[in-house]
């Protein structure tokens, strides 16, 4: 069955760096996102990435945070300045069509931020 | 503003027992509603969905869950629990006003565990 893949499983890096998260989404879908998961908090939305432009953000996702499809088989999210409140597990889903075609999601990425 | 409520926050079962996990929502509208299964390591996996029809609703797994509009709820039932259904579910709503792109809402998760 076709899967969602997202690198690392877990990264720790210090407050203020940049990281970017990897996610390689399956190949004929259409529809990316990321969602996050505080530790003991609901996973929430962040961004949703259609034709090449983002289609819907959430209050969270700042000017710190940036996503790119930079080859038509990766999808990045990027967080320019970390800080300690980005600490999070952070999903990649993707969709073939969007809602009445379901989502996959991969398993996740930990970031620690120290 | 829509919203998701898990009131049960880590449940456990014996093996072979029956299970029910509960899901509330709040929407002004028929919902789209979902449940997922995380295990451990893994992502998050659909275990079933409500757009419309038969209230009841047969998922992977054995899985089923009932929408009943008049309590707001959307419970996931199973008759009769395995060990390796021990996992994280959430259920999850998907937010008014965001059309075919479909963002979820979901709850806080509901921790299962078997007891053998």
């Known amino acids: 069955e076709p899967e969602v893949t997202q690198t690392p499983s877990h990264q720790v890096t210090q407050m203020g760096q940049e990281v970017i998260l990897r996610c390689v989404p399956i190949s004929n879908h259409l529809y990316f996102y990321w969602y996050r998961q505080i530790l003991g908090q609901k996973v929430e939305f962040l961004v949703s990435f259609y034709n090449n432009e983002i289609s819907e953000k959430s209050e969270i996702f700042d000017d710190q945070f940036s996503v790119e499809r930079p080859d038509g088989s990766n999808f990045t999210l990027k967080i320019r300045s970390t800080k300690l409140e980005d600490s999070a597990m952070y999903f990649c889903?993707?969709?073939?069509?969007?809602?009445?075609?379901?989502?996959?999601f991969g398993s996740g990425t930990r970031l620690t931020v120290v | 503003a829509q919203s998701v409520t898990q009131p049960d926050i880590h449940i456990t079962v014996s093996e072979g027992a029956s299970l029910e996990l509960r899901c509330n929502y709040s929407y002004g509208a028929t919902p789209y509603l979902f449940w997922y299964v995380q295990s451990p390591g893994q992502g998050l996996q659909l275990l079933l969905k409500y757009f419309s029809g038969d209230t009841l609703v047969q998922g992977i797994k054995g899985f089923e869950a009932e929408f009943k509009r008049s309590q707001s709820s959307f419970n996931l039932r199973k008759p009769s629990v395995h060990w390796s259904d021990a996992a994280e579910y959430f259920c999850?709503?998907?937010?008014?006003?965001?059309?075919?792109?479909?963002?979820?809402?979901f709850g806080q998760g509901t921790t299962l565990q078997v007891k053998p």
């Open positions: 999850a709503v998907v937010g008014r006003g965001s059309g075919n792109t479909g963002i979820l809402i």
């Open positions: 889903a993707s969709s073939a069509g969007g809602l009445f075609y379901g989502y996959t």
